[in-house]
């Protein structure tokens, strides 16, 4: 057992999975000998040399691009995409080749690659470097969509992307790179499509991913002193969806809470709701709530983007009021 | 600049025909492909390659066989010209269960990555970057093959393009960039919308590329500039950016008569037919007429015998529809 930070468990993350297979290859801008503007990638270069671990022009468009012709072609790329914000200006890429490539050949071509991006909000970054946009890519048919929220996360879910036969968009939160957690030693391979409970509970559910899982367990620590038990989840992945684990739980506790940290409308926990009201309506015992950022353009000051993205306050707020 | 009009190579009697054939092939096939869309037996759009086969014929011709191609929406004779069966292409027009895809991707994907045709992309520039890609794994896998990206003169205003020439450049990929200049982006010309007389070859320098153009309608001219770009790739010196001038015969896709093309301009380059002026000049080289018809009957009754197979094959089942979204076969998103 060792405590890695967020960020060194990236770089730990790629390296396992290079060393096991010489066809995994990092690309992307600043990652090589800059080690990543996050730092989330120091150390490969010395460590696989200039061919496998790359940078690249800032042509995002020819990074995700090249990451697909190689993927159908033997390789399994990890292509970096430094902002999540940025997948903006490849979106076609991403949404109308990569995913589609599969179906429209009916299976003639594989695309095992993963795009690591740095996703979310809580830098003070401004509108245009401080999204979530993990939904977006849980709109589009054929991309798997995994946000781990700890270290040891971060390498057995990149692991599983890695290996997947299919394209992953693996979305880090810029907001956890320097967040501490303890890893397992030795080599670390999770499930995609699985969500973990993170605190047990009685009275709710609280559905959550990546950054907004450590802020819904510490409300559900506020909660708890206030003699209200929380059940927390991590969804840890959007593609595959674990709805069972949701599910489950809301038969326990009958009552279930999203914290997203996307804007309002068509957020991820849109989907989870309407899962939850057609599948266990009958189990709950009062309305759904969603804990949203509001559907705005995330602002650059401090006290404004404080208020925007869901807080610990507000997670303990609405769920007091609303089991009051 | 580089303009080839009389090839640098001696093509040999055997390839001539080949080139002969693979043209035919695909211009009695397009014919066919649009006759069908009259009947309303082909759905959707369709964007024919009718006037620019010796493109598609002369790269095809010099190719190695796992070489990749990657085309676009007007990819049926690039497809066709790897060796793809013709009623599986066919079939795909038709929305049939025998086409390539299986009636999944139609007239403007077809795929078929048996025979390395990797694929047709219809949105303009996107499969230049992945075209790269594909080089830049053979590259590293030392596997020897070349991607050849085949895209229209529209393309060529598009980031992606640029994005994919630099990277290409930088990383000295074996890529073949091919510009299929007809003229025509969709309904505008091409002059009137781009900063540069050759949309294509004049951009090369800012990637520190020659500048390549040849005559489009020629397919001994391409098959000689094939063989020399494709050799500079293998030989491990780098991408190429070909321009051929060449000229659509028909509007840009199914519902467009063409009829912002000057009259005068349109009868000059069908008077310039890379089928009709190949076949003229194999004569003039004492190729005897009968091999030439005997090729030409041959490529009839393969297209009537595609057809007929296309014709026939039953329409795509519901147990497909959900089918290939995930690598494990399904469609699946939730446990």
Known sequence: MAELTYRDAVAAGIAQEMRRDERVYLIGEDVAGAGGVFKATPGLLAEFGPRRVRDTPISEEAIVGAAMGAAMTGLRPIAEIMFSDFLATCWDIVANQIAKTRYMTDGQISLPLVIRTANGGGARFGAQHSQSVENWAMAIPGLKVVAPSNPADVIGLLAASVRDPDPVMFFEHKALYATKGDVPDGELVDTLGTARV????????????????????????VLAERGVSVEV?????????????????IAKTSRLFTVEENPRLTGWGAEVVSIAAEECFWDLDGPIVR???????????????????PSVDRIVTTVEQVLA | MTSTSTPAVEIDQETRLDLYRRMV????FEKRAYDLFMEGLVKGTSHLSLGQEAVAAGFGAAMRVDDYTFCTYRGHAHTLSRGTPMARVMGELLGRSNGVTGGKGGSMHLTSVENYAMGSYAIVGAHLPIAAGAAWSAQERGSGQVAVCFFGDGATNIGAFHEALNMAAVWKLPVVFVCENNLYME?????????????????????????????????????????????????????????????????????????????????????????????ERLLAQGIAESALTDIDDDARANVEAATQAAREAPAPGPEVLERNVWADGSATWRN
């Open chain 1, 198 to 221: 993170g605190r047990e509970g009685n009275d709710a559910t609280l559905v959550a991913l990546a950054a907004m899982v450590p802020k819904a367990l510490a409300a559900a620590e």
């Open chain 2, 187 to 279: 309904y505008t010309a091409i002059e009137s919308v781009t900063a540069v007389a050759n949309p294509a070859a004049d951009r090369a320098a800012a990637y520190g590329l020659e500048s390549i153009v040849v005559d489009g309608n020629d397919a001994d001219a391409v098959y000689a500039i094939a063989l020399e770009t494709l050799d500079r790739a293998r030989q491990g010196a780098g991408p190429s950016l070909v321009e051929a001038k060449t000229y659509r015969h028909g509007g840009h896709s199914r519902a467009d008569p063409g009829k912002y093309r000057p009259d005068q301009e349109v009868e000059e380059w069908l008077d310039r037919d890379p089928v009709d002026t190949y076949r």
């Open chain 1, 291 to 309: 804990i949203t950022t509001p559907h705005i353009p995330l602002p650059s000051a401090d006290a404004l983007e404080d208020l925007a993205i």
């Open chain 1, 233 to 249: 989840i991590d969804l840890r992945s959007l593609v595959p969806l674990d709805t069972q684990t949701v599910l489950g739980s």
């Open chain 2, 25 to 28: 092939e695909l211009r009695l």
